[in-house]
């Protein structure tokens, strides 16, 4: 059984910086694509940073040069730095797993989802 758990998101000022974990089980850790998306109140889930087997990246522009996706083979835990955080970086952010080794942006091509962290950031 799939499992990604979500840890590390709290609220922070704005400038601040945060670590966000995800630690997987029930599955081989680095035999899919895993990503980040997050989720602002009233607005569509959004896929933020993909990361796949060959630790080729991808970010969304809007967190390009601020957000850093890695993954710990050993620890098959996923994480995501966040430096230079903006208020609008503030929503619920998820950890997810796509069914095989491809990356996509759209929430509806994972298939497996954490709970999510809270990431709040004040002006």
């Known amino acids: 059984q799939v499992k990604l758990v979500e840890s590390g998101g709290e609220s922070v000022q704005a400038g601040g910086s945060l670590r966000l974990s995800c630690a997987a089980s029930g599955f081989t850790f680095r035999d899919r694509c895993m990503a980040w998306f997050r989720q602002a109140p009233g607005k569509e889930r959004e896929g933020i940073a993909t990361?796949?087997?060959?630790?080729?990246?991808f970010y969304r522009y809007t967190v390009k040069g601020r957000f850093t996706i890695s993954a710990d083979n050993a620890k098959s835990t996923l994480y995501l730095q966040m430096n230079n955080l903006k208020p609008e970086d503030t929503a619920m952010y998820y950890c997810?797993?796509?069914?095989?080794?491809?990356?996509?942006?759209?929430?509806?091509?994972?298939?497996?989802w954490g709970q999510g962290t809270q990431v709040s950031v004040s002006s």
């Open positions: 990361i796949d087997s060959r630790d080729t990246t």
């Open positions: 997810a797993a796509f069914p095989n080794d491809n990356c996509f942006m759209m929430a509806r091509t994972v298939s497996d």
